[in-house]
């Protein structure tokens, strides 16, 4: 068999697509594997929020139109970029195991450190949010581009710290930039940070099939419980919404944040159950947060 990869053409996207094609090349059927490179919208447009140009879909729909017309059979993700809802035809056949969940400080100082009114670079109101409800001071701008992109803004002075997400600069050898990591009792991560899932249409049972070889059992139980309390709070990529779950045997424990956009309101919840309904967990936790108020918080994004 012979297996296309459409991937976006950023340094992380490829490592990523790379590292997906050698593990399928030691996989049994598989003849040869090549990659698609294509540009996204959600690359070419950097001088807008991605709330105000689409949300992160704009990353992968080229992609999907790709294995749509036959000229690639999968796509490679990070599965914090994948909206929750996915497109009629299309679905995640597999996640690989986790690398590191946690968001990075990046910029030579740890967090304690950063003076009174430092300026953060991020575009993500989760961070946002999370950085505001730590330190009111802080002033945060937002911060497109890719990882390379980012960190050259930061050499040049622009802001005195950026928020990145650690796994990807460990996979890229850029881990030495980094000044401190934040725990999840600390900053929450986006639901299935640090996972990369791989994506094909739903009616190549062959794929299917073949790529459940690959995935991770872990990855894939914690990846369903914290993209459920997206679903399920009809979060996009904008929402200050955070959920990241651990598993201990067979047992599954979930902790998931809404908060508004300047840290002002804030509902954090957990809730262990079976790792054998993972869905079922996040469905039933995210039914907490809004019995908290958590779509009411969540309307103060929209009128920001």
């Known amino acids: 068999m012979k297996i296309r990869i459409a991937t976006r053409k950023s340094a992380l996207a490829l490592w990523q697509a ?34 105000k140009i689409g949300g992160k879909g704009l990353f992968i729909k080229e992609l999907e139109i790709a294995m749509a017309d036959g000229r ?12 929750a809802d ?3 035809g ?15 400080l990046v910029g030579g100082k740890t967090f304690d450190q950063l003076p009174e009114a430092a300026l953060v670079g991020s575009s993500s109101l989760r961070r946002q949010a999370q950085l505001k409800m730590m330190r009111p001071d802080l002033r945060i701008e937002p911060l497109r581009g890719n990882v ?7 050499e040049a002075g622009d802001y005195d710290a950026i928020i990145l997400a650690a796994a990807g600069l460990e996979r890229l050898g850029l881990d030495h930039h980094i000044a401190e ?12 940070q640090g996972v990369v899932g791989i994506e094909c249409r739903d009616d190549r049972q062959d794929l299917l099939d073949l790529l459940q070889e690959l995935n991770d059992p872990v990855s894939s139980v914690t990846t369903s419980a914290e993209r459920a309390i997206a679903f399920r709070l009809q979060a996009n990529c904008q929402s200050p919404v955070a959920s ?3 598993v201990d045997g067979d047992s599954l424990t979930l902790t998931a944040l809404v908060a508004s956009p300047d840290g002002s309101r804030s509902l954090k919840k957990t809730l262990t159950g ?26 103060e994004t929209v009128h920001a």
């Open 86 to 88: 996915m497109p009629e």
């Open 90 to 104: 299309f679905t995640i056949a597999c996640v690989l195991k986790r690398a590191n969940h946690a968001d990075a």
């Open 72 to 83: 690639a059979d999968i796509a490679v993700h990070s599965m914090k970029d994948v909206p």
């Open 148 to 154: 390379n992109t980012r960190l050259a803004k930061l």
């Open 18 to 51: 790379e590292h997906v094609a050698d593990l399928l090349r030691q996989t049994d059927g598989v003849d040869t594997v090549e990659l698609v490179p294509l540009s996204t919208k959600g690359d070419e447009i950097l001088d807008r929020s991605l709330q």
């Open 244 to 246: 990241f779950a651990t």
């Open 181 to 192: 990591r934040f725990d999840p009792d600390q900053m929450l991560p986006a639901a299935a």
């Open 274 to 299: 079976s790792a054998q309904d993972a869905r079922g967990l996040g469905e039933s936790l995210a039914e907490q947060l809004i019995e908290g108020g958590a779509m009411d918080i969540l309307a």
